[in-house]
Structures are given as C-alpha cells and as structure tokens.
C-alpha cells in the first residue's frame, strides 16, 4: 500500500507564488517518476510536470518558465514551485507517482489533490 499526501494549497492573490508538495509513504522500494497534474473547474485534469529519479524534468507548454518541479534526495517527496499566478492557474493539483513497490510489482498512484485558487 502506498500513500501520496499533498499539501501547501490555498488562495493566492493574483502574481503571487506558491510551493505545493507531495509526500510519499508505504510499500516502496523506489519511485521512478513523480508528477504533478491540474484539474481547473470544469475541465479535464492535465499534466504539468514530470520529474524522474535521475532527475529528467519535462513540463507542460503551458508552464514553463513559471513552475518548477524538484524532488528530495530521498525520492520520496516532490515539489512543485507556481510563479507569477494567475486566475486561469486555479485547480485542483494532484500528484501522481510510479512506484516499484517492495514486491517489485509497478502501481501508478494519485494523491488525494490540493487545492490552489488564485483571485483578488
């Protein structure tokens, strides 16, 4: 059984910043890829960024330049840094990680989500 918990969440005025992070606990043996996705109201969720455990960082066309994704040396925790916030940012972030469990089986697992929302 593995666990990813998000916190750091919560209203922000527009061109501020915020840190959301992901922790994970449980069953693991290592983790390969953690990421990070977006729900905003009424649409679909989607991806944001990515980080693996050599450290290859891929990021939506959307974000780049004003997220930033970084992981702890650990591996069992991601970051992700929003710059320069804006009302289209609000959303429900969730992490998502492929764990290698201890029984070495393969499972991709969703946090429960935070919720960022940007407005005056």
């Known amino acids: 059984q593995v666990q990813l918990v998000e916190s750091g969440g919560g209203l922000v005025q527009p061109g501020g910043s915020l840190s959301v992070s992901c922790a994970a606990s449980g069953s693991i043996f290592s983790i390969n890829v953690m990421a990070w996705y977006r729900q905003a109201p009424g649409k679909q969720r989607e991806f944001v960024a990515s980080i693996t455990s050599d450290g290859y960082i891929t990021y939506a066309d959307s974000v780049k330049g004003r997220f930033t994704i970084s992981r702890d040396h650990a591996g069992y925790a991601v970051y992700l840094r929003i710059n320069s916030l804006q009302p289209e940012d609000t959303a429900v972030f969730y992490c998502?990680?492929?764990?290698?469990?201890?029984?070495?089986?393969?499972?991709?697992?969703w946090g429960q989500g935070t919720q960022v929302i940007v407005s005056s």
């Open positions: 998502n990680a492929e764990v290698v469990l201890t029984t070495r089986a393969i499972v991709s697992v």
